[in-house]
């Protein structure tokens, strides 16, 4: 029976009573249904371990597979899974074989371990890296624009363009990415697009079929209801001759064909991509058997995909309206919308608010207009707010955690990007207007303590 979304959702959750779970984004959660599905599959891996390592556990994963390459539309042998998107993202960039010359473009607001897994691949091969650099909020249109011009300038250089990471959905500051747009333009220009959608799978509509990326990541424990840690690599035939070992290396290891080894072939029904991440290590792998319960839950009580997607992006909506009108800031969206206009980076299950809480560059710091650590000042439409300087924002940032966790029993991440602090919400079915609302008046009296509580630490 479906359950209405907002209040009554929650009985479905595990959430501690006292707590206010606001920040689904960053790790997601499941309901008590699924656990005891997760339980299940975890008693059978101890009552019989041989069999379910053997046998059970692959036929488990290849079910799982079947309903998730259904969901976004690709076939099942062009779909596998790993733990996590950053797995997933590392494994198809360790895999390709770069020459010198070769480069990948990625965007300023990538994941901060997939660019430092970019770093790390720069260090075991020739390949170059160069960065569209920006600063959100902007425009779908101009982060396309600049894309190709990042691009132009690096073939000027010489330089081959091999491939290009970007996301979905940015994690901070969290709002909607171009990435349609821009797997349109890497396929016109001859680029290898992969697509980091850590926050895709249950949040947005995906159609792969469609949009037909080279390689797509996409954690399903974030907001497809599945236990940690499970996400779903797409790989499409035509580009899984470039896949040839998973991380770390493991059976199904596919030697190049002048080594002389013997490849695996395809084994019941499965090619041999398939096989090659059907075992990779001895870990707990049932939350990848997790999946059928998961989609139970979200068709028969939660009313189905349609029905969770327009509720996250309604509920994000009205989340960052309200928080930004107690703050008396504002919500990131393009510059310059028109009335009626829709904000494209705001078409998520996430909003992203400025916090009154200006950020002093330490240029500025040093030339003795910076004030103290933490100042107030005076805007010029007449409204106060805090000025801090650069170099406390871990320790401005550290507070908010442990105040919202002490005080509040509750977490919102708190950001420094640009000039400002900003901190990101995550809207989901077991959440209502109210719990923002309520929110908003706890990040005020944050605020309004953070200069008495931080301002005159020690630390600082």
């Known amino acids: 029976m479906t359950t209405p979304f907002g209040a009554q959702m929650r009985e ?25 599905v997760l339980r299940q599959h975890q008693h059978s891996a101890e009552a019989r371990p041989d069999l379910f390592y053997r046998i059970t556990r692959a036929q488990g994963i290849d079910e799982s597979r079947r309903i998730v390459a259904n969901l976004l539309n690709i076939p099942v042998n062009e779909c596998v899974f790993v733990k996590n998107a950053t797995t997933g993202v590392g494994t198809v960039l360790r895999n390709l074989r770069f020459q010198k010359g070769d480069a990948i473009v990625y965007f300023d607001t990538i994941y901060g371990a997939v660019e430092k897994g970019l770093h790390s691949v720069m260090e075991a091969s020739p390949v170059t890296t160069r960065k569209v650099e920006y600063q959100l909020p902007i425009s779908h249109e101009d982060l396309v624009k600049r894309f190709r011009d990042v691009v132009s300038r690096a073939r000027a250089e010489g330089l081959n363009v091999r491939v290009a990471v970007f996301d979905t959905i940015v994690s901070n500051p969290g709002v909607r ?77 596919i030697p190049p064909p002048a080594s002389g080894e013997i490849a695996p072939t395809a084994t019941q029904g499965k090619s041999a991509f398939e096989y090659l991440f059907e075992y990779v290590s001895t870990t707990d792998d049932t939350p990848w058997l997790c999946v059928p319960a998961a989609m139970k839950f979200r068709t028969e009580v939660c009313g189905g995909e349609d029905r969770i997607y327009a509720y996250l992006e309604t509920l994000a909506r009205e989340a960052g309206d309200i928080v930004a009108r107690a703050l008396g800031t504002e919500v990131m969206q393009e510059p310059g919308l028109k009335e009626g206009e829709t904000s494209q980076l705001r078409r998520c299950g996430l909003a992203t608010v400025r916090l009154p809480i200006a950020v002093s560059s330490s240029a500025t710091a040093a030339s003795g207009h910076g004030g103290g650590a933490v100042t107030r000042v005076q805007g010029e439409d007449g409204t106060s707010y805090l000025r801090i300087q650069s170099s406390v924002v871990s320790t401005v940032s550290t507070w908010f955690r442990d105040t919202l966790f002490d005080r509040y029993e509750t977490f919102v991440p708190v950001f420094q990007h640009g000039g400002w602090l900003w901190t990101r919400l995550s809207a989901q079915v077991y959440l209502e207007k109210e719990d923002f609302e309520w929110l908003g008046g706890v990040l005020k009296e944050c605020c309004d303590k953070v200069e008495r509580e931080v301002g005159v630490s020690p630390k600082l």
């Open 12 to 36: 479905h959750f595990l959430f501690d009573t006292n707590f206010k779970n606001l920040n689904h984004g960053s790790f997601g959660t499941y309901p008590r249904a699924v656990q005891i």
């Open 177 to 253: 990415f171009p990435f349609e747009k821009l797997v349109e333009v890497c396929r016109d220009e001859g680029i290898l697009s992969l697509v980091d959608g850590a926050h895709g799978i249950g949040h947005i509509p995906l159609d792969l079929g469609s949009l037909r990326p080279d390689f797509f990541t996409s954690n399903l424990h974030k907001w497809l209801f599945v236990p940690r840690g499970c996400a779903v690599l797409h790989v499409p035939l035509r580009n899984q001759h470039l896949i040839r070992t998973t991380y770390p290396t493991s059976w199904g290891y």
